[in-house]
Every structure is written in C-alpha cells, then in structure tokens.
C-alpha cells in the first residue's frame, strides 16, 4: 500500500514541483546529488534488489522523473545464491515495477560457479556479475547512467573497511557520487533516512537474510563495531568518517593531479626518463608509477609492494625487468617501459621505388630522381647514392650479426653495437633496414651507410622517408 500524502511546492533549477511534504528532505538530497554530477535528465537504470535502499531510490526517482525530465528503468539479477529467497525477491521486484508502471530486466546467474572459476572471493564475484549484468541493461534500455543504491553507511563501511585491511590515502576517499555511468544518488542519505522514507511512503521490501549474521567483514563492520562507536565513544561516527574522507579526497586529487604533470613531464618515445621520476618526491613518485600502469591498461591487482619494487628498478642496469600482475617493466637505458615485451616480427619486403613499402614497424617512402640532391634538403628524408645502391633493395628486419658502415665511421661495426652505443631504447631498435642482399645502406630513422653518401659526383639518389606510425595492425 502507497500512502496518500500531504503536498509542498519545491523550488529546483529556478521551477517549483508539487512534492511530499514528508518527503522533502529525501527528494531534495536526491536531487541536489544529480545536480552536482552534471545530471539533467536522461535515462536511469535503477540496480533493483528488492531491500529497502533500492526500493527507496527506485520509487524516489520515479517520483521525480517528470521533474527532472528523467526516464527510469529497473534491473534485477539474481545471483542464485540464496535459492527460494532469491526466486521471492525477483518475484516481489517484478510486482513492485508493475505497479509503478517501469520496465524491468531480469537476469538469473551462478555467482557461486563464477566464484569457483575466478578464484575470487563470493562478495568480488557478486560484484564484478552485477556490474556486468547492469552495463548490459543499461545497453539494452539504452540508457545514460546506473544508479545504485549506497548510502553514507555503506560508505563510511568501506572507508573503515579499507583503513582496517592497510590502504593508502585513494581508498581511504570513499565512495564517488558519479563515476563514470554509475551514479548514487543515496549517497549523502543515513540508512535511517531510507527506513523513514518507505515507512512514511508504505512501501514494502525485502530482508537478505544474509545481511543479519555477522560472519562477514561488512557486517560485522554493520552490525557490531559501527554501533558500539556511536554508542560509546561518537553518535556522529558515520558523518564524521565521510566528512574526513571528503578532505582527504581533495589532498588525493591535488597529489594525482601534480602526479599527472610529473609523468608527463617525463614521458619520452617508448617509456618514461626514469632520471627525472627518480627525483620525484615518494608520494608523487608512487601515483606516477600508477598512472603510467594505467596508462599501458593495468588498474587492478597492483599492490604497494609492486610500486615499491618498480621504484627500486629505476636505479636498475638497462635490461633489467620485473614482471608483476598483467605486465611487465623493464629498464631499456633512460627509460623505464611499461608493457610486456613482444619479439619483434621478422619481415623482407622488396622496395618499391616510386611508391611506398609497408612494414610492421612503419612505412616507407623512396623516391628515384636524377642529378645531385636538392642543396636544402628535408630533415627527415635520407639521401642515398643510387649509382651505388641500385634498385634491386629490400627492406627487412634486423637479423643476428648484422653489421653496416655507419656514416662518418673509420670502418664497419656491429649494428647491434652502434644502437647501443647510441643508447637507443630497446624498444626503439626494431626498425627497418633498407639493404641490398646482406649489406645495410639506411638504419630507417637514424642513418645511412658511409658506402651510399651522397657526394658532388652523385648523377642520380634515392630519397627515402619513413613513417613509424603508419603500419600494419
């Protein structure tokens, strides 16, 4: 049953709606939280479990959607771990969306079987199945955003949560208001605001039985410490957490922000000048370290003790590696690399002159013209000798012993020799040789052969450019 209330006029966006008079405050809050994450309309899909949290948002942003010219849908999954109970809770959630009138997608699912597989424990296994079932209703309503029903209890949990397990100061910055498509619109509500609302609004819900045993970290966190703090020492515990985590999330985000510019400062064509992240100060140096793991596609697994060894390896030789969870980073002279390590693709491809020769590291450019070259020349084109060359040339890949004349030397040497002598990063060795048969003419990129320089007798060149970023995928 859906209590008839008394009506108020609220002003919002420079409009007045007709609202709940009892409902003021959890309407306002609500609204307040989407204004403040750029939310102005839109499509919403509720994460629907059927407990009070959720039956609150659901039918508060329900009440809400002309005002604030939003669509809502809803979402269930059941995780099939709490068999007949669960099947009640889709059953009640299917009824509950009937009468408001909102579309539902429901889902069933083994959590535990996924458990199994991944190795994760059944509170990460939940988690990682549900974010994955709401990503594909919001798909499949083609909506903007997901709500989800966290409170400040649940964050303030999370919070101390995080400060009993050992966490540095990112996990000790709560729960987001928004991020990315997932919104809580809860999230400056008390549990007991909720329980209030569907109280006053006669709405129904369902008990996770679940959630009554203290066997689980949260809830004994929920039902046991939480409590004991308010009674005994703090009955604002809970503000007080999140309000020191909303400071503290200001110092992290003016830390990574500084973190952000150092990195960049130091990037360089292949890695990151590990002189320059060396001299960083420890708490930017660690965000740095992580940001650029983020970069290469690394953001979950890393652990302080992987930080603390990736800064040990920038005072490391070149060559040297360390592989931690989804990637490794290696040394490769002044740089510090991160990504795993492929072996470079062997390739020989005749020249075409005139035309363009496409490798796997870039592509290349060769041009045949008569006479000497021009006097001003382009800075990233190389001019060869083609009385010597000819144009029977390949391009390919660098091969074991290969060795040229490179330009201005005394005599030949060991191509592996002049690129380290050269302190190119490793990564940056794999780059295409034009040769005839054995001999290499141009090292792409670097340098010609002192075999093919152009000199005052040259009749007829070969101008080659290359283009490292475009190639094969």
Not at 71 to 83: Q, V
Request: aromatic fraction near 6%; include cysteine; charge should be positive.
């Amino acid at each position: 049953m859906i209590i008839c209330p008394i009506l108020s006029l609220v002003k919002w966006g420079g409009i007045y709606y007709t609202l709940v008079m009892d409902n003021d405050k959890f309407y306002a809050s609500i609204a307040g939280s989407l204004k403040s994450a750029g939310i102005t309309g839109g499509g919403i899909v509720v994460g629907l479990s059927g407990g009070a949290d959720s039956v609150a948002l659901l039918h508060a942003l329900n009440s809400l959607k002309s005002a604030l010219r939003l669509k809502i849908y809803a979402a269930h999954l059941n995780h099939g771990i709490r068999g007949d109970e669960a099947d009640g809770d889709e059953r009640y959630c299917a009824e509950l969306c009937a009468g408001l009138g909102i579309e539902l997608l429901c889902e069933k699912t083994d959590v535990p079987a996924y458990r199994e597989l991944s190795g994760k424990t059944l509170e990460q296994a939940a988690r990682d199945v549900r974010y994955g079932f709401l990503r594909r209703a919001k798909a499949h309503f083609n909506a903007d955003y997901i709500a989800v029903a966290h409170h400040m209890n649940d964050n303030a949990e999370s919070i101390l949560l995080h400060l009993i397990r050992g966490s540095g100061l990112s996990g000790l910055t709560g729960m987001e208001l928004k991020r990315g498509d997932i919104i809580r619109p809860l999230l400056h509500l008390k549990r007991r605001d909720i329980e209030e609302y569907v109280n006053i609004n006669g709405l129904d819900y369902r008990t996770d039985s679940t959630n009554l045993v203290a066997d689980g970290s949260r809830n004994v966190l929920r039902l046991m410490l939480v409590p004991m703090i308010e009674e005994r020492l703090n009955p604002k515990f809970t503000e007080g957490l999140v309000s020191t985590a909303e400071l503290l999330s200001e110092d992290e985000a003016f830390l990574t922000e500084t973190a952000q510019n150092a990195l960049l400062s130091a990037k360089r064509d292949g890695g990151y000048d590990r002189a320059v992240l060396s001299k960083l100060a420890r708490p930017i140096k660690s965000r740095a370290i992580r940001l650029a793991l983020a970069a290469s596609g690394v953001e979950t697994d890393v652990e302080r003790k992987h930080i603390d060894e990736i800064c040990r390896l920038l005072s490391a030789k070149t060559g040297a590696s360390l592989d931690i969870p989804h990637t490794s980073v290696h040394i490769s002279n002044e740089l510090i690399c991160f990504g795993k390590r492929t072996p470079p693709e062997s390739y020989s491809l005749p020249m075409n002159i005139g035309g363009k020769t496409v490798t796997p590291c870039g592509t290349v450019y060769a041009e045949l013209a008569e006479g000497a070259p021009p006097a001003k020349r382009q800075p990233d084109a190389f001019y060869l000798d083609a009385s010597v060359t000819g144009t029977e040339l390949t391009v390919r890949s660098r091969q074991s012993g290969d060795r040229f004349h490179p330009l201005g030397a005394p005599g030949t040497k060991k191509l592996k020799d002049w690129m380290i002598d050269k302190k190119l990063p490793r990564d940056a060795r794999n780059v295409p040789l034009v040769c005839r048969g054995n001999e290499i003419f141009c090292v792409l990129g670097h340098t010609v052969s002192e075999k093919v320089r152009v000199t005052k007798k040259t009749s007829a060149y070969l101008k080659i450019s290359f283009d490292k970023n475009e190639h094969l995928l």
